[in-house]
């Protein structure tokens, strides 16, 4: 099959990347900050790299929230790894995939020849999500700042009410699509209504998501995982979502929390709130000569389509089909499948859009029927973000590192990873295992 | 007129600027020739009248003056012609704080002893925040006191309690600190350092004076028993036969307060007895074998940015800690991720404590890379060894080691009793490994053991030497033979002590006994906190090679797992990290003749060290066993010791009388523009 579009540019590889372990928010800030993250990851990549810090020529970094004291975030992860005061460093930001971005920002600046040794990847602390004062008290408090006169500050004093101290919890509007006024978890259940997705189902999907984990764990996940150490003397190999004990007996109790009562989507087959950081690092064919790196893929391509924000999750469907129309390539041209469990019933509805006529006409004007079908046993073959947890904006580098150690084990050729994105969009990436160059 | 030592330049505004800038010097030290200059100097700007102001600033970069020149004293020799420096000293920071005109200090980088005393002559002090910036009275530790000075004004700029915390601990503060305290007017950043100075001769605001409170602390009512707080505070860390100095400087205090002449006269009295003590005399020949030590590395190329430790236990992560904390990339291997994790609290710990802002703090903490496989091995400038003691294990790990090493890296094991030359049969390249060991805490105990083994090639050595120096840390040279230097005398003492046990003696009463010597710590507390086990495998390792028997009550503990302070008990119990200590009365037992046998087994080790060339002179050796094992510093170290047993040495009962043969509370001085007016003559 040939290409439709030719590739004048330059070819990007994956050299090597390393995660943190996912860590479950516990309801209190957690003990590593998004920056933490990222460097306790990035050091331990660098550290199996025959070049040193300073040589990178970039360092792009995916985050939602960093803190108040990360703004941009890959300039302090560049400062606080010891790279070259010279290189540049940016942030970038789409949400739940702002990790991809990341990639897919370093990949086109490998390609267009601007660098050739770039670090990158996604990190996020969401325990670390600030609380905010709500609006009624930041505008007493700008009046009481304002007030010259002890008079004028005793006459404000009443007008402070206690409610005003209620804080706003930051990652709860996070989650919140403010365009259609509708939480993450009820453009979950939109999908589960239009595509008649059973509680069921989803429950199904959820626990054999913490089955593969698993088994991966037992196996060859730890391998992509670099271990943090906290400042107290604890430090952390795993991820700690993972429920080994889980059984459908157990996900049917769980209550829904989006659409209270009548709801499907419960937290049982939700992705989890976690803290968690990955991290990449991709060369030209020139790095990768003169420090003779090995590769693990290369990235062939990356494509971002918008969709309605109350089916966000059907973002992955209208990334991916594009892309591989772009490429000349089918779905039985994939062998392995990464795509985001943000929500059990929302990658089933990929599945199922993917598969359906209707649907792919409808969004598709070129496809007569069907884009093709989706097997699952080539999907999450070890399990995502149910399991493992969603760090927002280290998702999206993580299934690509992921997918790219799938394809070394398992053998295969190409991989796509995919991801849903809040406010109604999606995000895909193609890579391809090489060996050698 | 010009001078040798000083320019001087006024500007447009009438701002006289003195550059103090030592001839021939790379740093600012005061002795006569600088006094005698200054003192025309101070005089040539009092006649003049177009002067508005003076500042004083330093010429060198690396800071504004380092106090006395030490070894300028020390050659003086005659007490007398000391006395005369100490006397001009005195005229010339009276003459500085006699002059009219608004004074400034102006300070970047150390400002210590004579040098602060100086600055606090001057009407105010601003200081550049930069974290080379200390201010401090370090006298204390050489076993004197502030003598031009310092000591009376220093309490009545700040009031006695911040002051003698200063002065009875000799510590030193940073810009920002110095500035909250009230020792310096302002902290600035550098690039206001000028503009702050000028600021100060233009609006000239009210001098720094102590809270109401704070000064009260100087009245003739509150010395007496602010001053019996402070002699308890002093006596529970140091005695007065020990370490005369601080108690003489509280006791002139309380005495004649920090107001008129008197005090000036009797700090000069003071000091100059002071001098005269053994403890003096011992302390200034300690500082001049730190010097010493310090200048090993003189002259040798060789920087270090990475280094690797293996081993996460104790000595391995807080080498690894002090290193990072010195500024240095380092990785730290262990076989898992648990023996790590604990190595990462400490060193974080030590962060906390040593560097105190947050962003050096994480700046440190991400220096450290916990490195299970040892990937960062093959980018290490030096590799570090401290794994169990064991030789299988060390020529396994040092045959892998030297597989993953650059060429141009130094392989250095931590070992204290394995032969240097055993562990590098397996290498490929046995000129390579060299014994860099260090002391237990690491923090705390600056001596680093530099191990050549037969075969060690002198260049490594040198290597060696300068990257302890590197990481502020102190070089010793000496022969790879088991216990090395201080592990091999510090053996017999603890031998000694577990005898004395054996004989009935309680740990309390031989600790004591040690402690009244001078020790840091006695000899069971010490086998206790190092943990029995390690004393019981070093006394079996040097017993193998030399004759002595390991004492069977030590072997008894080890087998009931008491280890000491880590198992919870050893000699003593442990109730979260401290000793019970059961108190005997002292009065019972013969404490000279106890700590006469222990400190003897020392002495005769020593000597056989030193006649075995095991270190290349006595100097060197007392030393090692100050700055390893915190030998009593006052004594001057073993081998000094005893000899000042056989010869004369400046002898203690100097303290009790009068050497100046000047009446208690006259001044010592020949000229004093404020007493001259007064009509008073000295």
Not at chain 2, 346 to 371: S, Y
Request: proline share 5%.
């Amino acid at each position: 099959m040939t290409p439709l579009i030719e590739n004048t540019f330059r070819s990007v590889y994956i050299v090597d990347g390393t995660r943190t372990p996912f860590l479950k928010a516990q309801g209190k800030p957690g003990p590593f900050t998004a920056s933490d993250l990222a460097l306790q990851a990035s050091r331990d990549l660098l550290a199996r790299q025959p070049f040193d810090a300073r040589e990178l020529d970039e360092v792009i970094l995916g985050c939602t929230i960093p803190s108040p004291d990360e703004a941009n975030i890959a300039r302090i992860l560049a400062l606080r790894l010891g790279c070259s005061e010279d290189i540049p460093a940016y942030t970038v930001q789409r949400n739940c995939a702002s990790g991809m971005q990341a990639l897919d920002s370093a990949y086109k600046d490998i390609r267009t020849g601007r660098h050739d040794l770039v670090l990158t990847g996604g990190t996020e602390a969401m325990s670390h999500a600030p609380l905010l004062f709500q609006a009624k008290m930041v505008l007493w408090l700008s009046r009481w700042y304002g007030a010259k006169t002890t008079m004028a500050k005793l006459k404000l004093l009443p007008q402070l009410r206690p409610q005003y101290f209620a804080p706003v919890i930051a990652l709860l509007r996070g989650l919140r699509d403010p365009i259609i006024g509708e939480s993450m978890g009820g453009t979950a259940e939109n999908l589960a209504y239009d595509f008649h997705i059973t509680r069921k189902s989803m429950d199904e999907f959820a626990l054999q998501s913490h089955q593969r984990v698993g088994v991966g764990q037992a196996t060859h996940l730890n391998e992509e995982i670099a271990s943090l150490f906290d400042t107290q003397g604890n430090f952390y190999q795993a991820d700690d979502g993972v429920r080994h004990d889980s059984s459908m007996e157990k996900l049917a109790k769980l209550k829904p929390y989006f659409d209270k009562i009548y709801g499907m989507v419960t937290p049982g087959n939700s992705s989890q709130v976690s803290d968690g950081a990955a991290t990449l690092l991709l060369a030209s064919e020139a790095a990768v000569k003169r420090y003779e790196l090995p590769v693990m893929a290369k990235i062939v391509d990356c494509h971002w389509a918008g969709v309605s924000p109350s089916s966000m999750g059907l973002g992955p469907v209208h990334a991916t089909i594009p892309m591989l129309q772009r490429q000349g390539l089918g779905m039985d041209d994939i062998d392995y499948w990464e795509i985001n469990e943000a929500f059990a019933a929302q990658v089933i509805a990929c599945i199922r859009a993917f598969a359906q006529d209707d649907y792919c006409q409808q969004h598709f004007g070129g496809l007569a029927e069907a884009f093709g079908t989706l097997d699952p046993e080539k999907l999450n073959v070890d399990g995502g973000a149910i399991a493992l947890g969603h760090p927002v904006g280290a998702s999206g580098a993580r299934i690509v590192l992921h997918l790219a150690h799938v394809l070394k084990q398992r053998g295969g050729k190409r991989g796509v990873a995919s991801i849903c994105i809040g406010g109604g969009q999606g995000g895909a990436m193609l890579i391809e295992r090489v060996n050698s160059i | 007129m010009s001078y040798q030592h000083f320019q001087l330049q006024g500007d447009q505004q009438g701002i006289q600027w003195l550059c103090f800038d030592k001839a021939g010097q790379s740093t600012n030290t005061m002795d006569m020739t600088v006094l005698e200059e200054l003192e025309e100097l101070l005089k040539e700007i009092a006649e003049n009248n177009d002067a508005q102001g003076l500042i004083i600033y330093s010429g060198k970069k690396n800071g504004f003056i380092a106090g006395a020149d030490l070894e300028a004293f020390t050659k003086l020799g005659d007490p007398e012609k000391r006395k005369e420096v100490i006397a001009k000293g005195h005229c010339v920071m009276d003459a500085l704080s006699a002059l009219s005109i608004p004074t400034v200090a102006m300070i970047e980088g150390f400002c210590l002893g004579g040098g602060l005393e100086l600055a606090l002559a001057c009407r105010y002090r601003v200081v550049c925040d930069s974290s080379k910036t200390r201010l401090g009275l370090p006298e204390v530790r050489l076993g004197i006191q502030p003598g031009w000075g310092g000591s009376v004004r220093l309490p009545r700029l700040l009031g006695a309690i911040q002051a003698f915390d200063l002065m009875l601990t000799g510590r030193t503060l940073a810009a920002k600190v110095a500035a909250k305290a009230g020792l310096v007017d302002a902290a600035v950043p550098k690039r206001q350092l000028k503009r702050a100075a000028t600021y100060f001769i233009q609006y000239k605001p009210k001098a720094h004076q102590p809270s109401r409170l704070l000064a009260l602390t100087n009245s003739m009512m509150a010395r007496p028993l602010v001053g019996r707080m402070m002699r308890n505070k002093v006596q529970a860390k140091a005695k007065v036969e020990h370490y005369p100095a601080p108690f003489a400087m509280i006791d002139n205090w309380v005495k004649y307060g920090v107001d008129g002449e008197k005090p000036f006269a009797q700090e000069q009295l003071s000091i100059i007895r002071l001098m005269e003590t053994p403890t003096a005399y011992n302390l200034l020949r300690v500082f001049f074998l730190q010097e010493r030590l310090k200048g090993m590395a003189k002259g040798i190329q060789f920087k270090v940015k990475r280094v690797h430790v293996v081993g996460a236990g104790i000595m391995g992560g807080d080498i690894a800690a002090w290193c990072a904390l010195q500024g240095l990339q380092v990785s730290l291997q262990d076989r898992e991720a648990k023996f790590i994790a604990p190595a990462i609290a400490r060193a974080h710990k030590l962060f906390k404590k040593k560097l105190k802002q947050p962003h050096k703090i994480q700046a440190a903490m991400d220096r450290i890379l916990p490195d299970q496989e040892g990937r960062a091995i093959a980018a290490a400038d030096v590799i570090i060894e401290a794994i169990v003691e064991n030789l299988e294990a060390k020529q396994a790990l040092f045959k892998e080691i030297e597989a993953k090493a650059r060429n141009t890296a130094i392989l250095a094991t931590n070992t204290s009793s394995i032969p240097l030359d055993e562990i590098n049969q397996v290498l490929k390249q046995p000129q390579r490994l060299v014994g860099i060991h260090f002391f237990n805490p690491v923090a705390q105990l600056p001596l680093v053991e530099i191990i050549n083994g037969n075969q060690t090639d002198e260049s490594v050595t040198y290597q060696a030497i300068a990257f302890v120096r590197q990481i502020d840390r102190l070089p010793l040279p000496v022969k790879s033979s088991p216990g090395f230097l201080v592990n091999r005398i510090l053996m017999p003492y603890l031998l000694e002590a577990f005898t004395l046990y054996k004989e009935g003696i309680p740990p309390y009463i031989i600790d004591k006994a040690a402690e009244n010597f001078g020790m840091p710590m006695g000899p069971i507390a010490l086998a206790d906190s190092v943990g029995l086990d390690i004393c019981l495998s070093g006394a079996k390792g040097m017993t193998e090679y030399f004759t002595g028997n390991i004492p069977p009550e030590l072997v008894a503990f080890v087998e009931a797992g008491k280890l000491g302070r880590k198992s919870g008990e050893g000699f003593y119990k442990y109730k979260s990290g401290k000793p019970i200590k059961e108190k005997k009365d002292p009065s019972k037992y013969d404490l000279p003749a106890l700590s006469e046998r222990l400190i003897q087994t020392m002495t005769s080790m020593a000597q056989d060290c030193l006649s075995e060339g095991i270190v290349a002179d006595g100097d060197l050796l007392d030393a090692g066993m100050i700055f390893g094992t915190g030998f009593a510093p006052f004594r001057g170290g073993p081998l000094h010791y005893l000899e000042s047993l056989t010869t004369a040495v400046p002898s203690q009962e100097i303290l009790e009388k009068d050497s100046s043969g000047t009446r208690e509370g006259e001044r010592n001085v020949a000229c004093h523009p404020r007493q001259d007016e007064d009509g008073t003559r000295l």
